[in-house]
């Protein structure tokens, strides 16, 4: 059975820093990508960042310059640093997996079978 657990979010000031983690259980990462997604109240889920094993990474231009993903395959973990935090950013994140896509399609939810609980990331003052 496959799981994908996060972790990470939490509540911080504008400008600040938080590191979301995505722990992965029963997937296999030869061939994967873990995508980061948000939904903000009222709003839609939205595909911010990707990494893949066949192409790398892709961000939105949203969150570029400000949100480093990577991953430790030894760890089965992808982490999403998250640093100039605004308000904006203030959403449920959650992180889906699948097999290597290309980074063109990276960000369409429709594409990961497998998704998180999801972790409450809030930006205020």
């Known amino acids: 059975e496959v799981q994908l657990v996060e972790s990470g979010g939490g509540l911080v000031q504008p400008g600040g820093s938080l590191r979301l983690s995505c722990a992965a259980s029963?997937?296999?990462?030869?061939?994967?990508?873990i995508g980061w997604f948000r939904q903000a109240p009222g709003k839609g889920r939205e595909g911010i960042s990707c990494i893949s094993s066949r192409d790398g990474s892709t961000y939105i231009d949203s969150v570029k310059g400000r949100f480093t993903i990577s991953s430790d395959n030894g760890k089965s973990a992808v982490y999403l640093q998250m640093n100039s935090l605004k308000p904006e950013d203030t959403a449920v994140y959650y992180c889906a997996g699948w097999t290597s896509v290309a980074l063109a399609l990276a960000l369409d939810a429709r594409l990961y079978r497998y998704w998180g609980q999801g972790t409450q990331v809030t930006v205020s003052a």
């Open positions: 029963g997937f296999t990462f030869d061939d994967y990508a």
